[in-house]
């Protein structure tokens, strides 16, 4: 057994490289010659030096054996340098000490790390031909299904790396789970794109209220309002109108727009106090949620009134979780039709007040009363449309008005 290419303190054989094996070999002849108990034979002149092996005989026997590889049971190690994402892509950048083959998976921040096999079912890998060069593992998807990754989302990325199948070796060396974990790295998605809001329904709930139903596509602060007219420079100035209106809109339990938050899943991993720490306070009924149903009631309203003008606008909470730098709504520019203030007004449509006030009359008299023998003539005028009905009773009768009920 070999286990360096000289004795001693020699280097130790290394691992995946081809060898030329040399064997030399010599008899004790000289040593039984020279015993005491000597041999019969022993001859008149004794051996000088022990009978050995010449070089050819040596070469021919290097020959025989031929190039010797030694395996490759060593699992590489993996380095990661970086990891940079878009919207929907992460690219992971790393090293490793081999040839050999790099995978990665994306895991929801803080969730259980994915084991080898999930890593390799998903199937995002570079071939690594050079080793301790940087090459690129680019993750596209959540799972198996091609699930997308999500904008603006904290996402922990796991690696695994296995080596070239060696010579003589019968399967591939991959690192252990251990070296996995040792693998994590934090990255968040980018977002740039302001949210999109759908509009599930909308109706007048009073003489002064309108209500609204909408969706938001992730984690938003909306605000809405309605005008009979549009305000004056609105496509400029749209965002200060809806904001300085917010105290005739909110939601169905009473919070002002732009007070109460609509969440997504990212609101559980982010570090920020924003009420939603765990999964349980995501379940809670009192959350309103992304891509769910969001009551928005709008107040101050004149009675039965038309309000064809009426807007709504959204801003994320980008890009620290609090909305520092929000990607917000524009008013008729971008891709999404959802994200732009003039699409929602035209999705809204015109919604017109209840009328919630009686009629009243403004005019109501009996011209002459003699007119007729069987009938009496009631001229009257409405402040609305409506419908007025009259009885009549002798003054003898003895009936009141309490007697003669609606």
Same mark, same amino acid.
């Given at each position: 057994?070999? !286990?360096?290419?000289?004795? @001693?303190?020699?280097?130790? =054989?290394?691992?995946?490289?081809?060898?030329?094996?040399?064997?030399?070999?010599? %008899?004790?002849?000289?040593?039984?010659?020279?015993?005491?108990?000597? /041999?019969?034979?022993?001859?008149?002149?004794?051996?000088?030096?022990?009978?050995?092996?010449?070089?050819?005989?040596?070469?021919? *026997?290097?020959?025989?054996?031929?190039?010797?590889?030694?395996?490759?049971?060593?699992?590489?190690?993996?380095?990661? /340098?970086?990891?940079?994402?878009?919207?929907? *892509?992460? +690219?992971?950048?790393?090293?490793?000490?081999?040839?050999?083959?790099?995978?990665?998976?994306?895991?929801?921040?803080?969730?259980?790390?994915?084991?080898?096999?999930?890593?390799?079912?998903?199937?995002? #890998?570079?071939?690594?031909?050079?080793?301790?060069?940087?090459?690129?593992?680019?993750?596209?998807?959540?799972?198996?299904?091609?699930?997308? =990754?999500?904008?603006?989302?904290? &996402?922990?990325?796991?690696? !695994?790396?296995?080596?070239?199948?060696?010579?003589?070796?019968?399967?591939?060396?991959?690192?252990?789970?251990?070296?996995?974990?040792?693998? #994590?790295?934090?990255?968040?998605?980018?977002?740039?794109?302001?949210?999109?809001?759908?509009?599930?329904?909308?109706?007048?709930?009073?003489? %002064?209220?309108?209500?609204? +139903?909408?969706?938001?596509?992730?984690?938003?602060?909306?605000?809405?309002?309605?005008?009979?007219?549009?305000?004056?420079?609105?496509?400029?100035?749209?965002?200060?109108?809806? #904001?300085?209106?917010?105290? &005739?809109?909110?939601?169905?339990?009473?919070?002002?727009?732009? /007070?109460?938050?609509?969440?997504?899943?990212? %609101?559980?991993?982010?570090?920020?106090?924003? %009420?939603?720490?765990?999964?349980?306070?995501?379940?809670?009924?009192?959350?309103?949620?992304?891509?769910?149903?969001?009551?928005?009631? =709008? /107040?101050?309203?004149?009675?039965?009134?038309?309000?064809?003008?009426?807007?709504?606008?959204?801003?994320?909470?980008?890009?620290?979780?609090?909305?520092?730098?929000?990607?917000?709504?524009?008013?008729?520019?971008?891709?999404?039709?959802?994200?732009?203030?003039?699409?929602?007004?035209?999705?809204?449509?015109?919604? +017109?007040?209840?009328?919630?006030?009686?009629?009243?009359?403004?005019?109501?008299?009996?011209?002459?009363?003699?007119?007729?023998?069987?009938?009496?003539?009631? +001229?009257?005028? =409405?402040?609305?449309? @409506?419908?007025?009905?009259?009885?009549?009773?002798?003054?003898?009768?003895?009936?009141?008005?309490?007697?003669?009920?609606?």
């Amino acid at each position: 057994r070999l !286990y360096g290419t000289l004795p @001693g303190s020699s280097p130790k =054989l290394t691992a995946e490289t081809g060898y030329k094996i040399f064997c030399f070999a010599e %008899d004790d002849w000289k040593l039984q010659a020279d015993a005491a108990a000597s /041999s019969v034979n022993y001859p008149l002149s004794p051996p000088s030096v022990l009978n050995k092996v010449d070089l050819a005989h040596a070469t021919g *026997i290097k020959d025989s054996f031929g190039l010797q590889t030694t395996l490759d049971l060593t699992p590489p190690s993996v380095t990661i /340098s970086g990891a940079s994402t878009t919207e929907t *892509i992460i +690219t992971v950048t790393l090293q490793l000490n081999e040839v050999g083959t790099a995978y990665c998976r994306a895991v929801r921040k803080d969730f259980p790390a994915p084991n080898v096999l999930e890593i390799l079912d998903i199937n995002f #890998k570079s071939n690594v031909g050079t080793p301790s060069s940087d090459t690129e593992v680019v993750v596209t998807a959540y799972d198996s299904d091609g699930e997308p =990754l999500r904008l603006g989302t904290d &996402y922990d990325v796991y690696c !695994y790396a296995d080596d070239d199948l060696c010579h003589g070796c019968k399967v591939t060396t991959g690192i252990t789970h251990t070296a996995v974990l040792a693998t #994590k790295t934090p990255v968040r998605t980018l977002d740039t794109t302001p949210p999109s809001i759908r509009i599930i329904h909308r109706e007048s709930i009073a003489h %002064d209220q309108i209500f609204i +139903t909408l969706q938001v596509d992730e984690g938003s602060k909306v605000w809405c309002a309605a005008w009979t007219a549009q305000p004056a420079d609105f496509a400029s100035s749209f965002e200060a109108w809806l #904001k300085n209106s917010s105290t &005739y809109c909110a939601d169905e339990t009473g919070v002002e727009c732009g /007070s109460f938050i609509v969440y997504d899943l990212d %609101d559980i991993e982010d570090s920020h106090a924003d %009420d939603v720490a765990t999964i349980h306070d995501y379940d809670n009924t009192s959350v309103w949620k992304y891509n769910q149903d969001v009551h928005i009631i =709008l /107040s101050g309203l004149t009675e039965e009134q038309m309000y064809d003008h009426i807007y709504c606008f959204a801003e994320d909470d980008e890009d620290d979780g609090v909305g520092t730098n929000p990607n917000k709504m524009t008013y008729n520019s971008g891709a999404a039709a959802g994200s732009k203030v003039w699409q929602v007004h035209l999705d809204i449509g015109s919604v +017109t007040t209840l009328d919630e006030t009686p009629p009243s009359f403004t005019r109501l008299e009996i011209e002459n009363p003699t007119a007729d023998d069987d009938r009496i003539v009631v +001229t009257f005028s =409405l402040n609305e449309p @409506g419908t007025t009905y009259c009885r009549a009773t002798r003054s003898d009768s003895g009936e009141s008005s309490a007697d003669m009920p609606i």
